[in-house]
């Protein structure tokens, strides 16, 4: 079953914002539990899930702290396969998870080896130029 959350980041860049519902896959490797979003190739872990959620959010947050800074956040999500659509409206729309299946062997490796529950979540990706 999906459930939709919100996840609680720190980011906080200008006023407007994109919000996307992303899947993340849990599953547990060498003792942990990892969060991975294959939409943005980020992951977080911990011994718990909570743990693992957390570590996420600190993730997802310094990764838009870095691309917002460096303005590199539309350039980084069309190299990870997503659609920048910039004229008129602002839109970023994530790759399928087919796509993702064919091009990102972690996922692939995670898709074939593990078992995994998958959420799909609320993420607000700050508004690039």
């Not at 693992?52 to 190299?79: G, I, M, P, Q």
Request: hydrophobic share 35%.
């Amino acid at each position: 079953m999906s459930v939709n959350k919100t996840l609680s980041g720190k980011w906080v860049y200008g006023k407007n914002k994109i919000e996307c519902n992303l899947p993340l896959i849990i599953f547990e490797e060498d003792n942990n539990v990892i969060t991975f979003c294959p939409a943005l190739d980020l992951s977080g872990y911990g011994a718990t899930e909570a743990e693992a959620k957390h570590s996420f959010e600190e993730t997802l947050s310094e990764y838009f702290r870095y691309t917002v800074n460096k303005k590199t956040l539309a350039e980084d999500l069309e190299k990870l396969g997503w659609k920048i659509r910039k004229k008129l409206r602002k839109e970023a729309v994530p790759p399928s998870m087919d796509d993702l299946l064919k091009n990102n062997e972690d996922f692939k490796r995670i898709f074939n080896t593990h078992d995994f529950r998958k959420r799909n979540t609320t993420i607000n990706i700050p508004e690039f130029a």
